[in-house]
């Protein structure tokens, strides 16, 4: 009977090729990813596997996550999951589409376990599991029982709702249905689905051998890189929870300081004089508003203009190949993190060609970023063509804003935290959110030092900045064995001069 149960479940709409399995020692088959393209959709999917039961009274075993040794495979997903003694699995293909089926011992409920892609990039675990709640409590009595917006499941950040609705008849008992959603890679969803017509009392039971069998999940793509991975996101989460305003404002330059710093090659004579200059930059950072990011005056600010949080503006100039390049940064972040803005001017001249031709014209472009919450879109505008705007998909777990990505060096100085930190981030090469790696290590040689190596992205070359023991930077050494390093104004001025180097 329970099996006829699954199997009716998960053909009600075609006639599938089943397959059936015991859930002891058996690899379930490979299954393919389903697209859906609303919200919507997901929500009529996830409703065609209401499961057709009978109530029943019988005894359950008083060790209510009492677990099988052997854990189940499902190769599409490539997870494992532990089931509760006497629980059965069965998995069955419809079309291009397979889901698996696990009927709970006892009659207590069936849990339909599924990947779901989405073509929607934007469209978040949260906000799926959300949708389909206020669908299923379109139903006549619907009522919410419960709600985890923040579900843990090993390394993978989930959301849990709880629905009940009336029985099918006034004497019938009513219909539990639970869903759990998590964010399993980009544009695709891993999906529990619960479902169990019983007593508040047998629910209950129920909801504990579901949630048991989440909780067991585990994802063969852990490898040892992952792993990695996933101890990196750890880290860099726990110094994030640690930092404080005074943190903060311990790397800060402040609103009226500032660091210059000179970007070089340094010469085999090491003099300065011989050294191949390529250009050089101002940083400053402070806690101030979020109406600094323009130029409004601070009467006109809005309520909006005067949130507080962290700004980090970089005004640099860049000499390569003739070409110049002059470009001005300015990032904030909310004091949470919750919402970043920024904008990237950049001015492009090429000093080969003869002045006044239209080839010695400058070319402007700009890079304007904003993000609230798990929606981010990046508007680029590059000379006269038409802007463009993309939305990159950010990670539930482990993003840094673009305010924290320029400060996270300096941070780990000040803690004086020795590890490696993973996190993602905007990267403006590729116009997307990539892997980041921080890798903070003293060296032997000078124990009073901390080197950081970062990787913007899996492909992108290192860079190593060098702290001294109050947390100041050094020097950071670039791949290609260029150099920058903090100068004084008045020395940076003088050298550039004496080269006849511009400097306007």
Same mark, same amino acid.
């Given at each position: 009977?329970?099996?006829?149960?699954?199997?009716?479940?998960?053909?009600?709409?075609?006639?599938?090729?089943?397959?059936?399995?015991?859930?002891?020692?058996?690899?379930?088959?490979?299954?393919?990813?389903?697209?859906?393209?609303?919200?919507?959709?997901?929500?009529?999917?996830?409703?065609?596997?209401?499961?057709?039961?009978?109530?029943?009274?019988?005894?359950?075993?008083?060790?209510?996550?009492?677990?099988?040794?052997?854990?189940?495979?499902?190769?599409?997903?490539?997870?494992?999951?532990?089931?509760?003694?006497?629980?059965?699995?069965?998995?069955?293909?419809?079309?291009?589409?397979?889901?698996?089926?696990?009927?709970?011992?006892?009659?207590?409920?069936?849990?339909?376990?599924?990947?779901?892609?989405?073509?929607?990039?934007?469209?978040?675990?949260?906000?799926?599991?959300?949708?389909?709640?206020?669908?299923?409590?379109?139903?006549?009595?619907?009522?919410?029982?419960?709600?985890?917006?923040?579900?843990?499941?090993?390394?993978?950040?989930?959301?849990?709702?709880?629905?009940?609705?009336?029985?099918?008849?006034?004497?019938?008992?009513?219909?539990?249905?639970?869903?759990?959603?998590?964010?399993?890679?980009?544009?695709?969803?891993?999906?529990?689905?619960?479902?169990?017509?019983?007593?508040?009392?047998?629910?209950?039971?129920?909801?504990?051998?579901?949630?048991?069998?989440?909780?067991?999940?585990?994802?063969?793509?852990?490898?040892?890189?992952?792993?990695?991975?996933?101890?990196?996101?750890?880290?860099?989460?726990?110094?994030?929870?640690?930092?404080?305003? #005074?943190?903060?404002? $311990?790397?800060? %330059?402040?609103?009226?300081?500032?660091?210059? /710093?000179?970007?070089? *090659?340094?010469?085999? &004579?090491?003099?300065?004089?011989?050294?191949?200059?390529?250009?050089?930059?101002?940083?400053?950072?402070?806690?101030?508003?979020?109406?600094?990011?323009?130029?409004?005056?601070?009467?006109?600010?809005?309520?909006?203009?005067?949130?507080?949080?962290?700004?980090?503006?970089?005004?640099?100039?860049?000499?390569?190949?003739?070409?110049?390049?002059?470009?001005?940064?300015?990032?904030?972040?909310?004091?949470?993190?919750?919402?970043?803005?920024?904008?990237?001017?950049?001015?492009?001249?090429?000093?080969?060609?003869?002045?006044?031709?239209?080839?010695?014209?400058?070319?402007?472009?700009?890079?304007?970023?904003?993000?609230?919450?798990?929606?981010?879109?990046?508007?680029?505008? #590059?000379?006269?063509? $038409?802007?463009? %705007?993309?939305?990159?998909?950010?990670?539930? /777990?482990?993003?840094? *804003?673009?305010?924290? &990505?320029?400060?996270?060096?300096?941070?780990?100085?000040?803690?004086?935290?020795?590890?490696?930190?993973?996190?993602?981030?905007?990267?403006?090469?590729?116009?997307?959110?990539?892997?980041?790696?921080?890798?903070?290590?003293?060296?032997?040689?000078?124990?009073?030092?901390?080197?950081?190596?970062?990787?913007?992205?899996?492909?992108?070359?290192?860079?190593?900045?060098?702290?001294?023991?109050?947390?100041?930077?050094?020097?950071?050494?670039?791949?290609?064995?260029?150099?920058?390093?903090?100068?004084?104004?008045?020395?940076?001025?003088?050298?550039?001069?004496?080269?006849?180097?511009?400097?306007?």
């Amino acid at each position: 009977m329970l099996r006829m149960n699954i199997r009716e479940q998960l053909s009600r709409n075609k006639t599938p090729t089943t397959t059936t399995k015991s859930a002891r020692n058996e690899m379930l088959r490979p299954s393919h990813q389903l697209r859906f393209f609303s919200v919507l959709s997901f929500v009529c999917l996830l409703s065609t596997l209401t499961i057709a039961q009978t109530p029943t009274n019988e005894p359950v075993s008083a060790d209510l996550t009492e677990m099988e040794i052997d854990p189940i495979t499902i190769d599409s997903i490539g997870l494992t999951l532990n089931l509760p003694k006497g629980a059965q699995a069965e998995t069955v293909r419809i079309g291009t589409s397979t889901s698996t089926g696990i009927a709970l011992p006892a009659d207590l409920g069936t849990i339909i376990v599924k990947e779901q892609r989405t073509t929607n990039a934007e469209l978040t675990s949260l906000e799926a599991a959300q949708s389909i709640r206020d669908q299923l409590l379109k139903a006549p009595g619907a009522e919410l029982i419960s709600e985890q917006p923040a579900l843990r499941a090993g390394i993978w950040t989930g959301h849990r709702i709880y629905v009940r609705v009336p029985g099918r008849t006034q004497s019938a008992p009513p219909i539990y249905r639970g869903i759990t959603i998590f964010g399993h890679k980009p544009n695709t969803f891993l999906v529990y689905d619960y479902t169990v017509e019983a007593s508040d009392e047998r629910f209950e039971i129920g909801r504990v051998m579901y949630e048991t069998t989440i909780a067991s999940m585990d994802l063969q793509e852990m490898s040892s890189e992952t792993l990695k991975r996933a101890a990196g996101f750890q880290a860099m989460q726990s110094l994030l929870n640690q930092l404080t305003i #005074d943190d903060y404002d $311990a790397v800060l %330059t402040g609103k009226n300081g500032e660091r210059w /710093e000179r970007l070089y *090659t340094p010469a085999v &004579s090491g003099d300065d004089m011989d050294a191949t200059e390529h250009g050089y930059r101002r940083v400053r950072s402070w806690s101030g508003y979020k109406g600094e990011l323009g130029t409004k005056a601070r009467e006109n600010w809005s309520s909006d203009d005067r949130k507080l949080g962290y700004l980090v503006q970089i005004d640099s100039m860049a000499l390569d190949s003739g070409m110049r390049i002059d470009s001005r940064a300015i990032f904030y972040m909310s004091l949470d993190g919750e919402e970043e803005y920024w904008t990237i001017k950049m001015t492009l001249k090429d000093e080969n060609q003869p002045k006044g031709s239209r080839a010695a014209e400058p070319r402007v472009s700009s890079v304007t970023g904003a993000r609230i919450g798990g929606k981010l879109s990046i508007t680029a505008v #590059d000379g006269a063509a $038409a802007p463009t %705007t993309v939305s990159p998909f950010i990670p539930e /777990e482990g993003y840094i *804003t673009q305010v924290q &990505s320029y400060l996270i060096g300096s941070l780990i100085a000040h803690k004086q935290i020795q590890g490696d930190f993973a996190s993602y981030a905007y990267n403006p090469i590729s116009n997307s959110v990539t892997l980041r790696w921080d890798i903070a290590e003293q060296p032997p040689q000078a124990p009073g030092l901390l080197n950081i190596t970062t990787k913007s992205s899996p492909d992108s070359p290192p860079s190593t900045t060098q702290f001294n023991a109050k947390g100041e930077i050094m020097r950071v050494r670039l791949s290609n064995k260029r150099l920058w390093e903090p100068i004084t104004l008045d020395r940076l001025l003088s050298l550039w001069k004496r080269k006849g180097l511009p400097l306007q």
